[in-house]
C-alpha cells in the first residue's frame, strides 16, 4: 500500500488522521537546519572571538548545545518542529499522535548520528525506506513518527443559495462529497459541472437527459442545506 | 433533538474549550483551567454524537478540530520538576547503572582491555603507539606533559576556559557517538570503546616512555574518576540498544528496542552530568597550581567517591 495515512484512535475514543512524511520533505527540511545553524555558528563566531580564548570556550558549548539539542528545544517548547520541519509543513509526534516529549525527542535526535552514517543519512534513509512509517533509526527507538501538518480547514466555502433538504437521509461520505462538489464549482466549466451532477440524479431527482443546470442547482442547494443555512 | 437545539445546548461549552485552548496555545508553560480536561472530554462526546445523528460534515469539522488541538494540549509532555532530577542523580541513576550491570561490565572490558595492553605494550615497542594515532598527535600530546611544557601550572584563567568549551563540546560529544551507534547491533560502540581504549592507552604508555608520568597522572587521575567511567556507562547504553535488535526475547524487535531506548537514555543523561563535571575539573582543577601530591589524593578519594556511588547510592528504600 502506498497509503500514508495513519488513523489513530485516542482514549476517549475520537480518531486522529496521522500523514507519516517521507524523505524527501525531511531531508529538505534538515538543510534548512543546517543552515540556520551555520548561520548562527558564524553570528556566535564574531562577538566570541573578539572575547579571546574565553569567548572561544563559550563559543564550543554554544556549538555543543547547538549540534546537539537544537532540534530538542524546537521540537519539544515550539510545537513539535524545527524551523526547518515548520517551513516543509512537517511535524514530530508520538506513534499514538501525541505531541513529542523530552525524552522521544532526546533519543531520536541523539540517534540522528547512526542516521547519518555511513554519509549522508545513509542508514536514515535505508531505514525510512524499509518502514512503512518513514522511521528513522531515531523514531524506531524514540517511538516516534514525522507528519504533515494538517492544513487549517476553517470550514466550507460554498456560495450562498436557497437550500433544498436532499430526499434522502446522507451519510457522512455522501454529505463530505456534496459539499466538496459545491466547493469546487466556480473551478469548472459549466458544461463539466452539469456532467457531474448528472452522477447525481438519483439523488437529486433530475433527469441526466436535462441540459444540467437544473441538477447543478439542486445539488448546491443540498449543500447549503447541509451546512445549516435553511 | 435537531441540530439547531443541539448547537444551542452546547455552543457555551465550546465556546469555553475555545478560550481554554487559546490561552494554553498561546503560553506553553501555562497552566490549564481546572475544568478543562472535562470540557474537552465533552466535546469529544459531542463530536461522537454529532457523527453518529449526522448533524452535518461543517459542525463535524468544527468539533473535530476543537478535540484535536484539545488532544495536543491535554497530552503535551510537562517539563520534569527539580525534584525528580535530585532523585534520579541521587538513587535512579546509580540503580539503573547496577540493574545494567552485564552490559556495564562488558563495556568496562572493552574499553580498559585495549586501554591497559596498549599501556603495558608502548613503553616496551614505542612504534605501536603509531598504529593508533597519527605521530603529530603522539608527539604534541606526550610534549603537553614534558617538564616545560603548556600544561605547567599557572596558565590563565582564560585558556582554562576554552579547554572547558573543548571538553564539553569534544567529550560528550564522543559519548553521545558512542551511544548512538549503538543502534547498530552494538557495533558502533564497540567500535568507539575499543578505539578510545586504544588511543588513550597508547598516548599514556607514549607518556610513559618519554618519562613525564610524573606530570601526567596528578592531572589526569582527577577528571579521569568521571570522564573513563562516563565513557563506559556510554558504550553500555549504546550496547542496550544494539542487544534490543539482536536479542530481543519475548518481544517484537521494534517494540524491544523501544524499551531499550527508554532504559539507555537514563544512562546517557547521567553520563552527560559526569561529563560536564569531568569537563569542570579537567579544566579549572586538574591544571591547577596545586602539589601533585595533594591532587593525587584529591583524585584517589574521587575515584573512591565514584566506585561508592555506583556502588551503594539508592539502595536503602526511599533514599
Known sequence: ?230 | MSREVFEKNHELQWRALEGNLARLEKSRGGEAAPDFPELYRQVCHHLALARHRRYGADLELRLNRLVLRGHQQLYRSRAGSLAAALRFATSDFPRLVRSEAKLVLLSLLLFAGPLIAMLLAVPWRPELALSVLPPATVEQMGQQYAPDGSLKAGRPVDSDLLMFGYYIYNNIGIAFRTFASGILGGLGSIFFLVYNGLAIGAVTGHIKYMGYQGNFYPFAIGHGAFELTAIVLAGAAGLRLGLALLAPGRLTRGESLLAAGRRAIGLVYGVAGMLTIAAFLEAFWSPSAAPAMVKLIVGGVLWLYVLFYFLVAGRSYGS
Open chain 1, 1 to 230: 500500500m502506498l497509503d500514508t495515512y495513519r488513523p489513530v484512535e485516542t482514549p476517549e475514543g475520537v480518531e486522529i488522521g496521522l500523514r507519516v512524511a517521507g524523505p524527501v520533505p525531511r531531508l529538505f527540511a534538515a538543510a534548512i537546519d543546517l543552515v540556520i545553524r551555520v548561520v548562527a555558528y558564524f553570528v556566535l563566531a564574531i562577538p566570541a572571538s573578539l572575547l579571546g580564548d574565553g569567548g572561544v570556550g563559550l563559543l564550543l558549548v554554544g556549538m555543543f548545545l547547538m549540534e546537539w539539542f537544537y532540534p530538542v528545544l524546537f521540537e519539544v517548547r515550539r510545537g513539535g518542529a524545527t524551523p526547518g520541519k515548520r517551513r516543509l509543513g512537517l511535524l514530530v509526534l508520538h506513534r499514538d499522535g501525541t505531541p513529542v516529549g523530552w525524552m522521544g525527542s532526546i533519543v531520536r535526535n541523539l540517534l540522528r548520528f547512526a542516521d547519518f552514517l555511513p554519509a549522508a543519512y545513509g542508514f536514515g534513509i535505508a531505514s525510512m525506506l524499509i518502514d512503512r512509517d518513514f522511521r528513522r533509526l531515531g523514531d524506531l527507538a524514540a517511538g516516534t513518527v514525522v507528519v504533515h501538518r494538517e492544513p487549517e480547514m476553517a470550514g466550507y466555502r460554498v456560495p450562498k443559495g436557497p437550500s433544498l433538504r436532499p430526499s434522502v437521509p446522507l451519510d457522512l461520505d455522501e454529505q463530505r462529497a456534496v459539499l466538496d462538489y459545491a466547493e469546487r464549482l466556480g473551478t469548472w466549466s459549466e458544461a463539466r459541472a452539469a456532467e457531474l451532477a448528472g452522477l447525481a440524479a438519483p439523488l437529486t431527482g433530475v433527469p441526466r437527459t436535462a441540459d444540467g443546470v437544473e441538477g447543478v442547482k439542486h445539488l448546491l442547494g443540498i449543500a447549503n442545506w447541509l451546512l445549516g443555512r435553511r
